[in-house]
């Protein structure tokens, strides 16, 4: 047990940093607290400070604190993880659900070469939004001329310019 003194603001200070429980009531007092608890409430000085005299805890006694707290961040790291994953999967089936609800087959953005069948060179052209696609033609000077195009419609008159241009 170490002793530690409250410097805070408040008539009393229980402390919920440490889970000790400790109560100290006014600024000054001094309570026993376990050696473990000092490595969260040193975290706060302005609340909490050791005692005069007393030794600050063992290193074996803040490594404690220490290893526990990394294996709760890994753990909270690892659930972190899974909870990214979890919203990967559930983005791409309301992804597939959208394109379901708009009447799309998952196929039919592509753009298909002279024979029907998709050309490697369109292949980047599938992953891009209308937006990036305007951006890609105007950029490339592929602009399609007339009424503005979007979606496989775009990527097709794109297709066609590249195809042109070569």
Not at 93 to 108: C, I, M, N
Not at 123 to 132: I, K, R, V
């Amino acid at each position: 047990m170490i002793l530690v003194r409250y410097v805070g603001l408040k008539n009393s200070e229980t402390d919920c940093v440490a889970g000790t429980g400790v109560t100290w009531i006014g600024k000054g007092d001094v309570q026993p607290v376990p050696d473990k608890a000092w490595a969260k409430l040193s975290m706060h000085p302005d609340v909490w400070e050791l005692a005069e005299g007393q030794p600050a805890p063992a290193a074996s006694d803040l490594g404690a604190v220490s290893a526990g707290k990394a294996a709760a961040l890994d753990a909270r790291e690892a659930a972190l993880n899974e909870r990214e994953q979890a919203l990967n999967a559930r983005e791409a089936d309301l992804v597939a659900r959208e394109a379901a609800l708009q009447g799309k087959g998952p196929d039919d953005d592509k753009v298909p070469d002279s024979e029907g069948g998709e050309t490697d060179a369109d292949a980047d052209l599938y992953n891009m939004n209308t937006e990036a696609l305007r951006k890609y033609a105007t950029d490339n000077a592929l602009a399609p001329n007339g009424t503005p195009l979007k979606g496989s419609a775009l990527r097709q008159a794109i297709s066609a310019a590249r195809k042109a241009k070569a």
